[in-house]
């Protein structure tokens, strides 16, 4: 889980590295005052960033949205012609992200598609391949995800996903009491599938909640 309290190190580098604009902290006020799940913190969006300037992203699909606040710090990352399209589940959600987004600068670059992940992503493959996909979804259908991804992706793409320590437990022979036995073994699939360096150059990066990243070769 993130917790509220972060780092000395995290203060530094959202500081220097990842302040954030009027929107960015608008949309984080209002998740905040809803009581909306925690989504991504200000460091992992630049991380976000740096990653999708570095491969030169320009088509990107966001598997759950939540607030809109990872979709924004992604568009930020893409050419003004860039599309991001991004998969919200929760109607009640999927209307505050697009009020969110709306005032923001990269509305056009957005696009929310309200639905099941799974029957969204086959409405998608017509418009692949992508250069990214980031996975931030419900943790049990990460390998579904991951499945369409690599099939969708193209060589020289992206493949991301957060909370892939899963709260903890996918280092552990078994699952903690906070996660299921099948988002356990799935996510403990997940990365020995990005972890393959025959079709991957990839790693976890040690953040607070582990974010796999695979460069698709
Ligand atoms: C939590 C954090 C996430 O980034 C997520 O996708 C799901 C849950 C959490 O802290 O509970
Ligand atoms: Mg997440």
Redesign the pocket.
Same mark, same amino acid.
Do not use: L, S, V
């Given at each position: 889980?993130?917790s509220k309290n972060i780092s000395e190190a995290t203060r530094y580098i959202r500081t220097l590295f990842a302040p954030e604009d009027a929107v960015l902290t608008q949309i984080n006020e209002r998740i905040a005052s809803e009581d909306q799940?925690?989504?991504?913190g200000a460091e992992e969006g630049k991380i976000l960033h740096v990653l999708m300037r570095m491969a030169r992203v320009r088509t990107a699909v966001e598997i759950?949205t939540l607030g809109g606040y990872s979709t924004v710090w992604m568009a930020r990352a893409m050419p003004e012609n860039g599309m991001l399209y991004t998969i919200e589940k929760d109607p009640v959600r999927a209307k505050k992200a697009q009020e969110n987004i709306d005032q923001s600068d990269v509305k056009g670059r957005i696009q929310i598609l309200q639905g099941d992940a799974l029957d969204v992503l086959s409405t998608l493959s017509d418009k692949a391949p992508f250069d990214m996909v980031f996975i /931030?979804?419900d943790k049990g259908n990460y390998v579904r995800y991951l499945d369409w991804a690599e099939e969708h992706v193209a060589s020289g793409g992206l493949i991301v996903g /957060?909370?892939t320590f899963l709260?903890g437990s996918v280092y552990r022979d078994g699952p903690l009491e906070n996660v299921s036995k099948t988002s356990h073994n799935v996510m403990q699939e997940f990365n020995r599938r990005l972890a393959a360096p025959e079709k991957y150059d990839s790693i976890i990066l040690p953040t607070e909640?582990g974010m796999t990243v695979a460069l698709k070769r």
């Open positions: 889980m993130r799940p925690i989504h991504i759950g /931030d979804a /957060d909370n709260f909640e």
